[in-house]
């Protein structure tokens, strides 16, 4: 029996045939929809590395079925990018080096970008540590990740300010 679900995807909406309910997001991502950016790591909600925005909101990709999704949302880190224009949180990282091996790179990112637009990030290294704290990091580059997120929130405020004027 096939289910059809409707995604909003990176901006684009899309009719998908599933034909098993049992399909996690992050495996639809992947092997379906062709967007490897998103990672698997411990596949258990454990590690952060699948993390996706869900009508703007972080979750675990491999914690949710696809089929729950129906009419949602979808951003991933394809999706952050606009062209060859990269989001505010992606050059932050680059240029604060917030990554080594880049494997958990992606989750962190879309981790960082739904955390400042909750409004939970800021100044304080402390907060952003905290609100970052479900994301791991194997090679232990949080000091640069916790500084690019600190960044990012300056800029995107910034930009919001000078926006409104």
Not at 8 to 25: E, F, H, K, M, S
Not at 98 to 108: A, I, K, R, S, V
């Amino acid at each position: 029996m096939s289910i059809s679900i409707t995604l909003t995807l990176n901006g684009a909406a899309r009719d998908i045939a599933l034909d098993d309910t049992r399909v996690t997001l992050l495996d639809l991502l992947r092997e379906r929809l062709a967007l490897p950016g998103t990672k698997k790591g411990c596949d258990r909600g454990q590690c952060g590395a699948c993390t996706v925005l869900v009508n703007g909101r972080r979750l675990n990709s491999c914690l949710t079925l696809a089929v729950t999704l129906d009419g949602a949302e979808i951003t991933t880190i394809e999706g952050l990018a606009e062209g060859d224009e990269l989001h505010p949180v992606q050059s932050a990282f680059i240029e604060n080096d917030g990554f080594q091996c880049g494997y958990c790179t992606p989750g962190q990112i879309m981790s960082a970008v739904g955390l400042i637009a909750e409004g939970h990030a800021g100044e304080d290294l402390e907060r952003i540590r905290e609100g970052m704290s479900g994301n791991l990091c194997r090679c232990a580059a949080y000091h640069g990740i916790t500084l690019a997120v600190r960044e990012a929130t300056r800029r995107m405020a910034e930009d919001k300010k000078g926006q409104a004027a």
